[in-house]
């Protein structure tokens, strides 16, 4: 008899930056967003092959916005089917042939915004990871209300980042992670760039691996060897040892990380300068000056 307690949602959340990306095209890398997709793309089959019952979603986070590249709706899903080459699985297709037809419209939406409407200088160059792990946490809990009576749904989330991180985005990224462990949801972290200190507080919160790989052309390797078991089938591995965890907060006036700061007894917000009212609660602290000498009496 199948155990029911299998079902598994991966939902992979992939860094489309074009600003980042395109700096890496400028710079000859070897590594390209068409050789992420393709890495991306067989993580997915292999998550899905594992058994019938696993779910897959994917988001691109972009600059401006965060969008589902899979599942798409299913007025769109009508619109254009693919038939699948021979001899290849038809969820495999239907995969393969929406990443790449979504990642294609976001890179021709950003063409005609370069072309139209902005320079190259004014685009903004953070990607909202925030924004898409409050996406991935609102379609776990629609497929858990969706779930048959007896049967429970585990999910996970893969980041796979390359741009640097956004401290403005502090609050409500970490405002979702703590959504995430209370979810039980274990939040996993391929950092293709320089450190994220953001997301390796997220994988420490709730359990999940943060790596930045050593070697960019090996993505798919490690995709496969550390991101694809599930967390009960991970304890039985040997995996990178856990990263060193930067646990700076951000503060509340500038979004810069800072490691001595002010903080609001009322509602805990973090300020790198003293004020004497909170921007946030807006609480007058009163300021407790130097007690003053009182003055000897003479004796008579």
Not at 83 to 101: K, T
Not at 155 to 169: A, E, F, V, Y
Not at 178 to 201: E, H, M, P, R, Y
Request: include cysteine; glycine fraction near 4%.
């Amino acid at each position: 008899m199948e155990d029911k307690q299998n079902n598994s949602l991966l939902i992979i959340i992939l860094d489309t930056n074009p600003v980042w990306w395109g700096r890496k095209q400028l710079a000859n890398d070897q590594l390209t967003l068409s050789h992420c997709v393709d890495c991306v793309t067989v993580l997915a089959d292999s998550h899905l092959m594992l058994t019938h019952k696993n779910k897959l979603a994917v988001i691109a986070a972009h600059t401006d916005h965060s969008v589902f590249l899979y599942p798409r709706p299913q007025s769109e899903k009508s619109m254009a089917v693919k038939l699948p080459d021979d001899g290849q699985y038809e969820v495999f297709s239907q995969v393969e042939g929406q990443l790449r037809s979504q990642i294609q419209r976001l890179i021709a939406a950003d063409k005609v915004k370069i072309d139209d409407m902005y320079e190259v200088a004014e685009q903004p160059s953070d990607s909202l990871v925030a924004g898409a792990i409050s996406m991935a946490l609102c379609y776990t809990h629609r497929l858990e209300k969706e779930c048959p009576i007896g049967e429970t749904l585990s999910t996970r989330i893969l980041i796979i980042k390359g741009s640097n991180d956004c401290p403005s985005q502090y609050m409500n990224f970490m405002n979702a992670v703590f959504t995430a462990q209370k979810l039980n949801i274990v939040i996993d972290a391929c950092v293709l760039d320089s450190d994220s200190g953001l997301l390796q507080q997220a994988c420490d919160i709730t359990n999940g691996i943060y790596l930045k790989i050593p070697q960019p052309l090996g993505l798919l390797q490690y995709l496969t060897w550390v991101f694809l078991p599930d967390p009960n089938t991970r304890s039985k591995m040997a995996l990178p040892p856990r990263a060193q965890v930067d646990y700076r907060a951000a503060c509340f006036c500038h979004r810069h990380l800072i490691d001595i700061g002010y903080v609001c007894s009322v509602c805990l917000s973090i300020y790198c300068t003293f004020s004497p009212i909170c921007s946030t609660c807006q609480t007058t602290f009163k300021i407790v000056g130097p007690q003053k000498l009182m003055k000897k009496k003479k004796k008579l």
